[in-house]
C-alpha cells in the first residue's frame, strides 16, 4: 500500500493512476482524482479538492506524466499532493474517474493509501506500509516506533530484493548493454515501457517502428522472458544500424554500445507490487522485529533449551540414542538456500517464484569482422 507523510509531496511513482486501452497506455480526454479520509471507515470525507464533489483534473499540466499516464497533482500549488501537517493518521482513498472520449461515459476506480507521521518518511519506495505491520500484530508502539518498523521493512525489503535479483516498483533508468550481434536483447527485470533507443553507438533514437518490446503481463507473460526485438527493415541501412546486415538492424558486437531508457520492474497490471512479494515481506519483517537479537542479557549464562518434544521415531537399546521429529512430519534436510535468513517455508517459496533468471548474452547471427 502507498505512503504519504505528513508535509510529503506526492510524486509520480506513489500516487498514480495509468489508462490503457487493449494494454497500450492510452491519454485520455478527462482524469480527475478526489482524495477521502476514510480513517473512521467507509464511505469517509472528502478532504482534497475541499469542496465536496468537486474533481481535481489532471489530463494536461503536470499531473500528466507520461502518455496514458497520470498521478495526483495539486494544480493551485503548483506540486504534488501533499497531505497537511495535521492530517489524520491512517488510511485514506483516493478516487479517481476518467473517460476516453468527450461522449463516453466516466469510469472510475479507487485505491488506499497510508498517512503515517512526517518523521517517518522513507526514500525507499516500501512495498508494504508501517500500518500493514501494525495491523499484522506488532502494535506495541513504544516498543516499535515509527521509525524503527520503518527501518526494518527497508532492511529486509533490500534482503528481498537482493535474494530475488530484481525489484517490484516501477524504476526508470538508462542502461548501457553490451551488443551481441543479435536482434534480441535479453533483460534480467521485466520492461514496463520503453522511452528510447540509441544502438550501435549511434546519438539518435531508433524509430519506435523499428523494434518491439516484449513487456506483456497476461498471455504470454513477458515478465519472466523481458526482451526487445529488433525489426528488420531495408529502409533503415546505415553506419550506425546495420552496416552488414543487409537490411537486418543487429545490436552491434561492442562494449556498453547500446543505450535503453525505460521503466523496469516486476508490477502487475496496475504497476501495484506483487501480493505474494508483500505477504513475503510482511512475514518476513514481523518475524524478525519479534525475534529479538539476544535473548536475555548477554552477559548472564544463556537460559538453558526448551526440551525437545515431539514423535519418538527411533530408539536404539544399546547405544542410548533417541530421534525426535515433528508428529506427522517428514524429516528431511534443511534447505541451504537463506540459510541464517529464515527458517519460513512460505517465505523461501515465495522468493523463489520471483527470481530472476540468469542472464547468458549468447551472440547470435555473427557478423564480418
Request: hydrophobic share 35%; aromatic share 10%.
Amino acid at each position: 500500500m502507498p505512503t504519504l507523510a505528513r508535509g510529503q509531496e506526492n510524486t509520480p511513482s506513489i500516487l498514480n493512476w495509468f489508462i490503457s486501452i487493449n494494454g497500450v497506455l492510452t491519454d485520455a480526454y478527462e482524469v480527475g482524482y478526489q482524495i477521502y479520509d476514510i480513517t473512521g471507515g467507509l464511505p469517509g470525507t472528502q478532504i482534497f479538492p475541499v469542496t465536496p464533489g468537486n474533481w481535481e483534473t489532471v489530463s494536461s499540466g503536470d499531473g500528466h506524466f507520461s502518455v496514458g499516464s497520470y498521478y495526483a497533482y495539486n494544480n493551485s500549488d503548483d506540486n504534488g499532493y501533499t497531505p497537511t501537517i495535521t492530517a489524520s493518521l491512517g488510511t485514506h482513498r483516493i478516487q479517481w474517474r476518467w473517460k476516453i472520449n468527450l461522449g463516453s461515459s466516466y469510469q472510475s476506480d479507487a485505491e488506499d493509501f497510508e498517512v503515517i507521521v512526517e518523521s517517518s518518511g522513507s526514500s525507499v519506495d516500501t512495498y508494504i506500509s508501517i500500518q500493514d505491520v501494525r495491523d499484522a500484530g506488532v502494535t506495541d508502539e513504544t516498543t516499535f516506533p515509527d521509525a524503527t518498523v520503518l527501518s526494518n521493512i527497508e532492511l529486509w525489503q533490500a534482503v528481498l530484493e537482493r535474494a530475488c535479483r530484481q525489484w517490484f516498483v516501477p524504476k526508470t533508468i538508462i542502461l548501457n548493454v553490451d551488443g551481441t550481434d543479435s536482434d534480441t536483447l535479453h533483460f534480467g527485470v521485466p520492461i514496463i515501457e520503453i522511452d528510447y533507443i540509441k544502438i550501435n553507438n549511434s546519438d539518435d533514437e531508433l524509430d519506435t517502428d523499428l523494434y518491439k518490446v516484449y513487456n506483456a503481463t497476461t498471455y504470454p507473460d513477458d515478465r519472466r522472458n523481458p526482451r526487445i526485438k529488433l525489426v528488420n527493415s531495408r529502409y533503415c541501412v546505415d553506419i550506425f544500424t546495420a552496416p552488414m546486415g543487409y537490411g537486418s538492424l543487429l545490436f552491434r558486437k561492442g562494449r556498453q554500445n547500446q543505450e535503453i531508457k525505460g521503466t523496469f520492474g516486476f508490477v502487475e497490471d496496475d504497476m501495484s507490487v506483487p501480493k505474494p512479494i508483500q505477504r513475503a515481506l510482511l512475514k518476513l519483517v514481523v518475524e524478525k522485529m519479534t525475534k529479538p537479537v539476544y535473548i536475555g542479557d548477554p552477559a548472564t549464562t544463556p537460559t538453558p533449551p526448551p526440551p525437545i518434544i515431539g514423535t519418538l521415531l527411533e530408539e536404539w537399546t544399546d547405544g542410548h540414542r533417541l530421534k525426535y521429529g515433528i508428529a506427522g512430519a517428514k524429516i528431511t534436510k534443511r534447505s541451504p538456500y537463506l540459510t541464517g535468513i529464515t527458517d519460513d517455508q512460505e517465505i523461501i517459496e515465495i522468493i523463489k517464484m520471483y527470481r530472476a533468471p540468469i542472464g547468458c548474452a549468447t551472440p547470435a547471427n555473427p557478423t564480418y569482422r
